[in-house]
T-cell receptor, first 111, second 112 residues
Framework: TQLLEQSPQFLSIQEGENLTVYCNSS?????LQWYRQEPGEGPVLLVT?????EVKKLKRLTFQFGDARKDSSLHITAAQPGDTGLYLC???????????FGGGTRLMVKP | DAGVIQSPRHEVTEMGQEVTLRCKPI?????LFWYRQTMMRGLELLIY????????DSGMPEDRFSAKMPNASFSTLKIQPSEPRDSAVYFC??????????FGSGTRLTVV
């Protein structure tokens, strides 16, 4: 059982559609990060959220941290084929630097 | 900045052989992490170092796995003897307080 549960696990959509990916846990995290990973490469950090209720925007991507700091969501507006990849959420506890990763959401955006 | 550099990119070895994976973190980053990624288990933290000192190795699966960081610019992850179930992509990441985590491109290990 993953400490961080991501849903959906797989998502295939058409270019121009909107989508939301969820990251849920029963544990509280001091911060939560979202990464995107492409085949043959390591995860690349997209954003870090640290405050309950925080919303951050990165172009067409909107990230939200739950009020209780147990969950997060990533919303993509008008998805493009370049958004295709594996999206990972990762939580850090107060214990230090350690990150616990969710299982990931594999997104495919078809032209 | 060349980022986190891992070598080799691909390694194929026979069961029972020793495997050594290498990582050069970003200069100035004081934390280094080793992760393993598989389809079944996702990304799992194996061990991490702060200022070259191992802090938590509870994720290291067995005594066959060992990691060292002799200085701030180099770390190794060794598997001896290797087994087919060790096949995975192994990532090294370094972290700074300002810029957060940066992952290397990984080493794809296949043990046959």
């Amino acid at each position: 059982t993953q400490l961080l549960e991501q849903s959906p696990q797989f998502l295939s959509i058409q270019e121009g559609e909107n989508l939301t990916v969820y990251c849920n846990s029963s544990s509280v995290f001091s911060s939560l990060q979202w990464y995107r990973q492409e085949p043959g490469e390591g995860p690349v950090l997209l954003v870090t959220v640290v405050t309950g209720g925080e919303v951050k925007k990165l172009k067409r991507l909107t990230f939200q941290f739950g009020d209780a700091r147990k969950d997060s969501s990533l919303h993509i507006t008008a998805a493009q084929p370049g958004d295709t990849g594996l999206y990972l959420c990762a939580g850090a506890r107060n214990a230090g630097n350690m990150l616990t990763f969710g299982g990931g959401t594999r997104l495919m955006v078809k032209p | 900045d060349a980022g986190v550099i891992q070598s080799p990119r691909h390694e194929v070895t026979e069961m029972g052989q020793e495997v050594t994976l290498r990582c050069k973190p970003i200069s100035g980053h004081n934390s280094l992490f080793w992760y393993r990624q598989t389809m079944m288990r996702g990304l799992e933290l194996l061990i991490y170092f702060n200022n070259n000192v191992p802090i938590d190795d509870s994720g290291m699966p067995e005594d066959r796995f060992s990691a060292k960081m002799p200085n701030a610019s180099f770390s190794t992850l060794k598997i001896q003897p290797s087994e087919p179930r060790d096949s995975a992509v192994y990532f090294c990441a370094s972290k700074s307080a300002v810029y957060g985590y940066t992952f290397g491109s990984g080493t794809r290990l296949t043990v046959v």
